[in-house]
Structures are given as C-alpha cells and as structure tokens.
C-alpha cells in the first residue's frame, strides 16, 4: 500500500477537519452538539472516503460519496455563517479550502474514468 497520507487530497482534508475541531469549541451549545457534531462526522467521512478510494485505486465509486460528503460540507459551514456561529473570514476561508477538495476530488474521479484499460459496462 502506497503512501496515501502524502496525497494532496488527504492533507487538504486533514488540515480542513483540524480547523473545524478548533472553530466547533467556540460555537454556542446547541451548535457544537448539533451543527457542529455533524459537520465533524461529515468531514470525517469525506478523509475516511479518501482513503478507502486510494485503497482501492482500480474502483474509482468510492469517489462519487465523496464528492458528496463535501456538499454536505457546504451546507454545514453555510448554515453556521447563517446562524452566526462563525465570521465571514471564517466562512470565506473555509469554503476555499472546500473548493479546493472538491476540485481534487472530481479531478481525480475523471482521471480514474479516463484512465486506460478500463472497462466500463452500461
């Protein structure tokens, strides 16, 4: 097994699930428990999703519920700027580093759709 964690993809995510744990102890109660418990899964998820589809280079599906998990992303980090648990700094800042994982990602599901001998029924 390669070195997955070299990866950009999974640095980008990494770096972007630290952040979060540091913002969510400032949220307000409910939106640490609630909010914040979820957008922490979520991100979990996505690094987790990474790894599994590094793991398993020659089926590239894994990376369609990845692309996924960084929509939910979204919506979380949009729902907090909403509810004023973060700054518009905060948000800008982190939907940057959402574009660029997203970006990766679907850069990444192409190339393993274009990649050679691969044979694709339906």
Do not use: C
């Not at 790894?51 to 919506?75: G, K, M, N």
Request: proline share 2%; glycine share 4%.
């Amino acid at each position: 097994m390669g070195l997955y964690y070299n990866l950009p993809v999974f640095k980008s995510t990494y770096e972007l699930l630290r952040r979060i744990l540091i913002l969510t102890q400032n949220f307000n109660r409910h939106y640490r428990f609630n909010i914040g418990d979820s957008l922490i899964d979520a991100t979990f998820m996505l690094h987790t999703l990474i790894f599994r589809a590094y793991d398993q280079r020659t089926d590239f599906s894994l990376l369609q519920p990845a692309r996924e998990q960084v929509e939910i992303i979204r919506l979380h980090i949009r729902l907090l700027r909403d509810q004023r648990q973060i700054s518009i700094e905060q948000f800008t800042d982190l939907n940057e580093s959402v574009e660029s994982i997203s970006k990766q990602v679907t850069s990444w599901q192409k190339a393993m759709k274009n990649a050679p001998g691969r044979n694709d029924v339906g």
